[in-house]
């Protein structure tokens, strides 16, 4: 029986060494949310990497590791010390990620990393080619993994693969400086279907295939030699009902969040100001200190808010070996304390920050008790945060503030649309948000959640590989020609 193979950098589970044996438990991310249905449908399988080195895994323990993945229909990738070091916080996470969210200045062209990017796509490509069946599909994420279509069709020319790029791809200007470019575009092209968030990625990678490959490229289509390779947009949607419905469950029993103790304790006595949230992993691309900023020119240019809003800032840690985000945790340290410093009252704190990670109901709870949602990255691939708040909001309340660099803004115009480097827009559109009457709210959160439930993550999953099956029959048209 035939299988879809699932590869992503990180499996989707938690792997405890506990007492000397080894626990996995599931993971609930949007991915492997958006993916549950193609990973349990026909006997499925998901290969990554178990978040453990084999420097952690005692020796003893190895085959139980195995085990305990293989329980939730997954199959581990063993990676070093040293392959993370040079393969995720090296060229992934200094190279790519950087370039890709056109932030050159980050950008660094290391020899050995890219080396190590190399042979850890090689160890992911023994493990596919290891469980490949006759007949099966193989679906590749993201960035880290762009070498690994060409190194499976390689060896295996007649099983389909797809390939989803979750950040953006970058304009040809931009791409064209990585040394490594050609091998790159050769790895992603042994796909037979190329998915992206949004029609402008999709664009910037056509362009950069035919301006550096030279090869014949359509509005959806690259001609290869022997095959042709399919190029869409599939923009990502969230699990609806699953914010939704916990939403409302938590209006309904009002648990006693971090939050919500905090306001009656009157720790903070304006308990009516309007709250506008922030949620993001604590990343140079969500221009988190940015929007510090215009949150502090917003109260210079309207006084008349102070006292009457509150910023709740959560950042999660994130990538803290990258001397990039060391910085910029520092960055923002300063920045909220400077601004609370500056602007605090006795009885009212402008900016409530948190460095850590929720509880999926902490949450919820953040997205159900903030009346504004201010989120202004300078560049993100999607951004599903912008569509998780707009989903909580089961009275239609409430106003999404949105970054026109995310790829969200394409499908999300009722939202305020900001440009994240212009403060006096954001300084705008928060006086908008916060006065906007209620009727007007309604109207635009209708629209959003009618196309938010649609469009949602399992209907994304499912485009995709119903796109991939049909590149399969285009292949087989192709040989009758
Ligand atoms: C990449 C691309 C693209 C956040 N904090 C907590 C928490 N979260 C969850 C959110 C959301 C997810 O993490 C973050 O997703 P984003 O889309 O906003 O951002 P990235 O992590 O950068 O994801 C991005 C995405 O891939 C999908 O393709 O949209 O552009 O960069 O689901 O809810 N969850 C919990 N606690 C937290 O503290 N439980």
């Not at 499996?11 to 405890?16: C, K």
């Not at 306001?263 to 140079?284: E, G, N, Q, V």
């Not at 945060?385 to 026109?404: C, F, M, N, P, Q």
């Amino acid at each position: 029986m035939s299988k879809t193979i699932i590869i992503s950098n990180r499996l989707p589970l938690q792997l405890q060494i506990d007492n000397k044996t080894i626990k996995a438990t599931p993971s609930v991310g949007g991915l492997a949310t958006g993916m549950k249905s193609v990973h349990r449908d026909s006997n499925g399988i998901w290969i990554g990497w178990t978040g453990l080195t084999e420097e952690e895994i005692p020796a003893d323990l190895r085959d139980e590791v195995v085990e305990a993945t293989i329980q939730e229909q997954c199959v581990p990738v063993s990676l070093t010390e040293e392959d993370i070091d040079g393969f995720y916080y090296g060229f992934s996470n200094r190279t790519i990620w950087p370039l890709f969210h056109y932030f050159m200045e980050y950008t660094e062209f290391e020899k050995e990393s890219w080396q190590s990017y190399v042979t850890v796509n090689q160890k992911y490509a023994e493990v596919v080619l290891d469980n490949i069946e006759e007949g099966d599909t193989v679906w590749v994420h993201d960035y880290q993994l762009m070498l690994l279509p060409a190194l499976i069709k390689k060896e295996r020319p007649d099983v389909q693969i797809g390939f989803f790029l979750h950040i953006p791809f970058p304009s040809y200007e931009v791409f064209r400086t990585l040394p490594w470019r050609e091998e790159i575009l050769k790895g992603l092209l042994g796909s037979d279907l190329i998915g992206f968030h949004t029609y402008d990625y999709q664009r910037h990678f056509l362009s950069s295939v035919s301006r550096i490959l030279r090869n014949e490229v359509s509005f959806n289509e690259i001609t290869l030699k022997d095959r042709i390779v399919t190029v869409n947009s599939y923009p990502m949607g969230i699990d609806y009902n699953k914010f939704s419905e916990a939403a409302a469950k938590h209006d309904a029993a009002k648990n006693q969040s971090e939050l919500q103790r905090r306001l009656d304790l009157h720790i903070d006595s304006t308990p009516d100001a309007k709250m506008i949230l922030s949620i993001d992993r604590l990343d140079y691309s969500k221009g988190i200190a940015n929007r510090i900023r215009a949150y502090e020119y917003f109260l210079e240019k309207y006084p008349e808010f102070k006292e009457k809003v509150r910023l709740v800032m959560l950042a999660v840690p994130s990538r803290s070996n990258v001397p990039q985000y060391q910085l910029l945790k520092k960055e923002v340290d300063e920045l909220v304390g400077r601004i609370n410093g500056k602007f605090a009252s006795v009885s009212w704190t402008p900016i409530w920050y948190f460095y850590r990670s929720m509880p999926f109901e902490n949450l919820i709870d953040l997205y159900t008790t903030c009346e504004v949602a201010l989120l202004t990255p300078i560049r993100d691939g999607m951004n599903l945060v912008a569509k998780e708040y707009v989903a909580t909001r089961t009275d239609k309340k409430g106003v999404l503030i949105l970054s026109e660099m995310a790829g969200a803004a394409q499908e999300m115009s009722e939202a305020l649309i900001i440009n994240p480097n212009n403060f006096e827009e954001i300084a705008d559109a928060l006086k908008q948000a916060i006065e906007m009457p209620e009727a007007e709210q309604i109207k635009r959160n209708k629209f959003l959640q009618k196309r938010l439930k649609r469009y949602n993550v399992e209907k994304w999953a499912n485009d995709f590989m119903t796109s991939l099956r049909d590149t399969a029959h285009k292949a087989d048209i192709v040989k009758a020609i």
